[in-house]
């Protein structure tokens, strides 16, 4: 049996802060990050509280998040040296996929773009 990575029993909690942190540097704000969050994992903003106080670690953060938004599979891109794409770890895919998106709103991407829609499907 494979030994789970280390990240997986960090608690949510403790990564927020340097989330923020990464946001409010570029000028970006704590509500864009939260929405940001709310829109991949479909957490409502008092169960997203309730999370980063409670010690919640990211595996189980993900594993019950309410909806995962089916668009953040249009999520592309390199992350820490690895295209999130192509990560074969469901788990470390959905973590990088959030990293993703900070990264993004810290380097002054428009909301609209960071919170993906699927295209329009033919009628």
């Given at each position: 049996m494979a030994t789970k990575h280390r990240i997986y029993g960090i608690s949510f909690g403790s990564v927020y802060p340097h989330y923020v942190t990464k946001a409010e540097k570029k000028e970006r704000t704590k509500a864009e990050l939260d929405e940001i969050i709310r829109w991949l994992t479909g957490y409502s903003q008092k169960e997203l509280n309730t999370i980063i106080d409670d010690g919640t670690n990211?595996?189980?953060?993900?594993?019950?998040?309410?909806?995962?938004?089916?668009?953040?599979?249009?999520?592309?891109?390199?992350?820490?040296?690895?295209?999130?794409?192509?990560?074969?770890?469901?788990?470390?895919?959905?973590?990088?996929?959030?990293?993703?998106?900070?990264?993004?709103?810290?380097?002054?991407?428009?909301?609209?773009?960071?919170l993906r829609q699927p295209a329009p499907t033919e009628a």
């Amino acid at each position: 049996m494979a030994t789970k990575h280390r990240i997986y029993g960090i608690s949510f909690g403790s990564v927020y802060p340097h989330y923020v942190t990464k946001a409010e540097k570029k000028e970006r704000t704590k509500a864009e990050l939260d929405e940001i969050i709310r829109w991949l994992t479909g957490y409502s903003q008092k169960e997203l509280n309730t999370i980063i106080d409670d010690g919640t670690n990211l595996e189980t953060f993900f594993d019950q998040a309410p909806e995962l938004n089916p668009a953040r599979r249009l999520i592309t891109g390199v992350i820490c040296g690895v295209r999130v794409e192509e990560i074969e770890d469901p788990l470390m895919q959905e973590i990088r996929y959030m990293d993703k998106l900070v990264d993004e709103l810290a380097r002054g991407k428009a909301m609209e773009k960071i919170l993906r829609q699927p295209a329009p499907t033919e009628a």
